[in-house]
């Protein structure tokens, strides 16, 4: 087992396009859980919404990427109104069982046979990152050294836009939250009722941040779409929502490069127990184990991960133990 191949693999992964969509994805998350204590448990929902605009509108209907980006962003800014009217004025709960059902049924839509015509099924999208690769600046055929670890031109591309992203998306969080509006937020997270009573709209406020953070979401499947260059529906089960919140947990809720340092981290460590798996099994040392298990471990890794920092560092590794909990009244 060569260590040093998989630590330059997991490195590849901590700093890659992969790792920096998830990044953004769990920055909207942040703002939801982090700032306002929304319990969102659907954002691949907004991830979904936000793909597939570009999907179909460049693969269906030969639009250009840009418009493909804001149908995405137009679809997530219904979806949020859809699922905050009816239960933002409610309790905390309402909004976790209405997003994780409503992210799991737009799924289920898009992979059914009916939605074949605009969606391809299960079959997904293809061919969308024309327009994108059109734009890049790097030569395609060639690969480029960064340290211990090298990418071809095309993913060179997309991570230096994608991290540029991350970037701005965390200066905005920052910029938001220093301001009258984010201290409200903060304020709603801590005591709404004081904040109501005070003359501020609490549903208000809570919906633009549930706008705001899907667009975020939608944004990072859009992305998803263009680095892959095709999309399918099970490509946005549950699981991917539930990676986002062991991100924003790693991290630091309530932090701006909580997100971003959970997400370096969250795939350095996935891709090293990966790495770990495989180079046992090929040593003979895991022979009760066959190929798809190690996805299983995975996946039973990123649980214990969890567990772990809810038992032993609630506040993730930069953040504050009382951005954690849910009610801090």
């Not at 998830?22 to 939801?32: E, F, Q, R, S």
């Not at 954002?43 to 990427?65: C, H, K, N, T």
């Not at 904040?195 to 992305?223: D, E, H, T, W």
């Amino acid at each position: 087992m060569d260590i040093l191949s998989i630590l330059a693999d997991s490195t590849r992964s901590a700093i890659g396009p992969v790792a920096a969509i998830y990044a953004v994805a769990a920055i909207g998350l942040n703002l939801h859980f982090g700032y306002t204590g929304l319990l969102n448990f659907g954002q691949v929902g907004f991830m979904l919404v936000g793909a597939y605009g570009v999907g179909i509108s460049v693969a269906v209907f030969d639009l250009p990427l840009s418009v493909g980006v804001l149908v995405g962003l137009a679809c997530a800014v219904a979806l949020a109104l859809l699922l905050g009217i009816p239960t933002l004025r409610l309790r905390e709960d309402y909004l976790a069982i209405t997003t994780i059902a409503a992210a799991e049924v737009l799924r289920l839509l898009y992979r059914a046979e009916f939605a074949d015509p605009l969606t391809s099924s299960v079959y997904g999208l293809q061919n969308l990152a024309g327009d994108f690769r059109a734009l890049n600046p790097f030569d395609a055929s060639r690969f480029y050294t960064l340290g211990p670890v090298s990418y071809n031109g095309n993913h060179l591309w997309v991570l230096v836009v994608t991290w540029s992203l991350v970037l701005l998306l965390a200066g905005l969080t920052w910029l938001l939250m220093h301001s009258p509006w984010g201290r409200v937020i903060k304020g709603i997270r801590e005591d709404e009722d004081a904040v109501r009573s005070l003359g501020k709209n609490v549903f208000a406020y809570k919906m633009q941040v549930l706008v705001l953070g899907g667009l975020i979401g939608a944004l990072a499947g859009a992305i998803l779409a263009v680095y892959q260059a095709s999309i399918a529906p099970d490509q946005f089960k549950p699981q991917v929502t539930f990676f986002l919140w062991v991100i924003l947990l790693l991290g630091g809720a309530g932090r701006v490069f909580g997100p971003v340092l959970g997400s370096m981290a969250f795939w350095f460590l996935m891709t090293f127990t990966d790495g770990v798996l495989k180079g046992f099994g090929a040593m003979g040392w895991l022979p009760f184990l066959s190929g798809p298990d190690y996805g299983a471990l995975q996946l039973a890794f990123a649980g214990l991960m969890l567990v772990v920092l809810i038992v032993f560092r609630p506040q993730g590794l930069i953040g504050d133990r009382k951005e954690m909990l849910v009610n801090v009244k």
